[in-house]
């Protein structure tokens, strides 16, 4: 497609409940990353993606965080056993490169995720 | 450890007139800069960079200014419009790799 397709919107679990979202990113770009919004505060950078492979996983927290992009199929970011500190909006950023220092990131409306 | 800072969380200017926004960072290794743009329940949209071998860059009426001995850059918009109202992120990447270091924002208000 044209631009990044995040689904849901809008999900709301209570603590200790899975949580999955999903990005489909723009037709040909072959690197997708994950940012965390807490507040409307700073974007967090949490993982990226080269086609299906982790590029860069830095920002993941090392519990119930796990992503994938496989093949034919939307990327996803799942949180097992979420907690009310993990409320935040998820976006999904898509690019040709992995050099997006010139702009060439292009993100998605995000999916707000809150627990209860 | 924030890297990049955006200490003024609200700025008001009147229609016509210049808005200022400003950015402080720590990490002198970023050589990349970029400013993106967030309406509500939107995601951010790239507006301007500038590579930390220049000091200017300027795209109609937006103009980026990077002071790198100050670690600060500043997004000029003039003249400021109504649709300029949004949330402004300034932005950093280091040897222009896949990540990304935000601010924490700035909300800019253009009224008639």
């Known amino acids: 497609g044209e631009e990044v397709a995040q689904t849901p919107k809008h999900l709301v679990r209570g603590e200790g409940q899975k949580a999955k979202l999903y990005c489909a990113p723009i037709?040909?770009?072959?690197?997708v990353f994950w940012y965390q919004q807490v507040l409307k505060n700073e974007f967090k950078f949490l993982i990226s993606f080269q086609n299906e492979n982790v590029f860069d996983e830095t920002g993941m927290p090392k519990e119930r965080f796990s992503a994938k992009c496989l093949p034919n199929s939307p990327c996803s970011l799942e949180i097992q056993a979420t907690k009310l500190e993990d409320s935040a909006v998820y976006f999904c950023a898509s690019s040709q490169s992995s050099r997006v220092g010139t702009g060439e990131l292009f993100f998605g409306e995000g999916s707000r995720l809150t627990v209860l | 450890d924030q890297q990049v800072k955006q200490n003024s969380p609200s700025l008001s200017v009147q229609e016509g007139r210049i808005s200022i926004l400003n950015c402080d960072y720590t990490n002198s290794m970023f050589d990349y800069f970029l400013w993106y743009k967030k309406y509500p329940a939107e995601g951010p949209t790239f507006l301007i960079s500038?590579?930390?071998?220049?000091d200017k860059n300027e795209d109609g009426r937006f103009t980026v200014f990077l002071n790198k001995s100050a670690k600060h850059l500043s997004l000029h918009i003039v003249p400021s419009q109504p649709g300029d109202s949004a949330v402004y992120f300034c932005?950093?990447?280091?040897?222009?790799?896949?990540?990304?270091?935000f601010g924490t924002g700035t909300r800019l208000q253009v009224f008639p």
């Open positions: 037709k040909g770009h072959s690197y």
């Open positions: 932005a950093a990447s280091a040897d222009n790799t896949d990540k990304l270091i």
């Open positions: 500038i590579s930390s071998i220049k």
